[in-house]
């Protein structure tokens, strides 16, 4: 990267090529941190790692009566996660009988063009994890709801292992991709296999029908590719 007069130029590198963009403005994210310094955290007893208030499953800190959420404490650092944890701290204050979340289903949306959204493994993750990982996928040029929509790019991937037909992931790019992913998050949510996902009657024509597509290609039998 160098300055320029009319602001910055980039050097990029690509599959072995090299080209350069030109930008008024260089944007660095490097991270986030805590903002927890000076707050008498440590005069009230919380523990903290690095400047993140230490919690439990519960969501409660080294002093019982306190809870942390949100940013401020070791989880994907998301809104929907921060109400999650919210909800569970609250409960366990009024005595409720409370369950923890799982971090591995949390939904992760990015809110591009074309939309991006994933819940539960990775099929790399999935493998590193001991699975015996098959997948399918199916493409948004093949569902009619998406020509229709004039949106056809991307697709959806499922990833199953193969013993009992948990289903493990699923990860789409493409139209409603963030909408589309709460379908998956409930068949996670209630340890769905993927059989119980393709045999879900899907309407047509739509854009979640990609999801039983995708379903029904990673057992070995898709239908419309």
């Given at each position: 990267?160098?300055?320029?007069?009319?602001?910055?130029?980039?050097?990029?590198?690509?599959?072995?090529?090299?080209?350069?963009?030109?930008?008024?403005?260089?944007?660095?994210?490097?991270?986030?941190?805590?903002?927890?310094?000076?707050?008498?955290?440590?005069?009230?007893?919380?523990?903290?790692d690095?400047?993140?208030?230490?919690?439990?499953?519960?969501?409660?800190?080294s002093?019982?009566?306190?809870?942390?959420?949100?940013?401020?404490?070791?989880?994907?650092?998301?809104?929907?996660?921060?109400?999650?944890?919210?909800?569970?701290?609250?409960?366990?204050?009024?005595?409720?009988?409370?369950?923890?979340?799982n971090?591995?289903l949390?939904?992760?949306?990015?809110?591009?063009?074309?939309e991006?959204?994933?819940?539960?493994?990775?099929?790399?993750?999935?493998?590193?994890?001991?699975?015996?990982?098959?997948?399918?996928?199916?493409?948004?040029?093949?569902?009619?709801?998406?020509?229709?929509?004039?949106?056809?790019?991307?697709?959806?991937?499922?990833?199953?292992?193969?013993?009992?037909d948990e289903?493990?992931?699923?990860?789409?790019?493409?139209?409603?991709?963030?909408?589309l992913?709460?379908?998956?998050?409930?068949?996670?949510?209630?340890?769905?296999?993927?059989?119980?996902?393709?045999?879900?009657?899907?309407?047509?024509?739509?854009?979640?029908?990609?999801?039983?597509?995708?379903?029904?290609?990673?057992?070995g039998?898709?239908?419309?590719?």
């Amino acid at each position: 990267m160098a300055p320029t007069e009319g602001g910055v130029s980039l050097k990029v590198e690509h599959k072995g090529e090299t080209s350069t963009l030109e930008a008024e403005v260089l944007l660095v994210a490097v991270g986030r941190a805590p903002v927890s310094s000076g707050l008498g955290y440590e005069e009230a007893g919380v523990e903290l790692d690095r400047g993140y208030v230490k919690v439990n499953d519960r969501m409660q800190t080294s002093v019982p009566h306190i809870y942390a959420i949100g940013d401020l404490v070791q989880t994907p650092w998301l809104a929907h996660v921060a109400s999650s944890e919210g909800i569970l701290a609250a409960e366990h204050m009024a005595g409720q009988s409370v369950q923890p979340i799982n971090y591995d289903l949390v939904p992760s949306c990015t809110y591009c063009e074309p939309e991006v959204a994933s819940v539960g493994l990775t099929e790399a993750e999935a493998r590193k994890r001991g699975y015996d990982v098959a997948t399918g996928k199916f493409p948004f040029s093949a569902l009619a709801k998406a020509s229709i929509l004039g949106h056809t790019g991307g697709f959806v991937k499922v990833v199953r292992e193969t013993r009992y037909d948990e289903l493990l992931g699923v990860h789409v790019i493409g139209p409603h991709a963030t909408d589309l992913i709460a379908e998956a998050c409930v068949a996670l949510r209630i340890e769905s296999t993927t059989e119980e996902l393709f045999r879900t009657m899907h309407a047509h024509p739509t854009l979640s029908e990609s999801v039983a597509e995708a379903a029904h290609a990673a057992v070995g039998h898709p239908l419309h590719i």
